[in-house]
């Protein structure tokens, strides 16, 4: 049900699937390191975010990110409709997203391979989260 409501909610959202692979394409081109991207569903909280993992967090801070990615955001113009206030960023070696890896391992989703984080976007979904994954690098992960 959450995929659908994400795919067709009266606001647009589905259109976030492919204004996100634009963001996250963007970044890439400016070889900014991503770890994961993905929107998560937050059923309980009615919420939708884009998150994306990066060493440049921990390196540079948040404040520092949200900088450069609200660059990326302005070139990309009026290709997206979201903003900063629906983008979260965290570090691959902050306690986020070791626990959210660690819920996935929970809901019988290992590790990604590299092959596999090449293979096209996908929904990932358990009963405590529900995730439209973009990216998953796992060379990325402990990069400092």
Request: hydrophobic share 40%.
């Amino acid at each position: 049900m959450v995929k659908r409501i994400f795919v067709s909610d009266a606001r647009g959202q589905g259109e976030f699937v492919e204004e996100g692979e634009r963001l996250v394409k963007k970044l890439e081109e400016k070889n900014f390191p991503i770890t994961a991207a993905f929107w998560r569903v937050s059923e309980e909280e009615n919420h939708l975010r884009l998150v994306i993992v990066s060493p440049f967090v921990g390196r540079e801070g948040p404040l520092e990110t949200y900088a450069y990615i609200r660059k990326a955001v302005e070139e990309l113009g009026s290709s997206v409709h979201f903003g900063l206030g629906d983008i979260s960023v965290m570090s691959p070696l902050g306690s986020q997203f070791t626990d959210l890896r660690r819920a996935l391992q929970g809901s019988g989703i290992k590790e990604f391979t590299a092959t596999e984080a090449a293979a096209p976007s996908r929904w990932l979904e358990s009963d405590s989260f529900t995730l439209y994954l973009y990216r998953w690098n796992p060379d990325l992960i402990n990069a400092a």
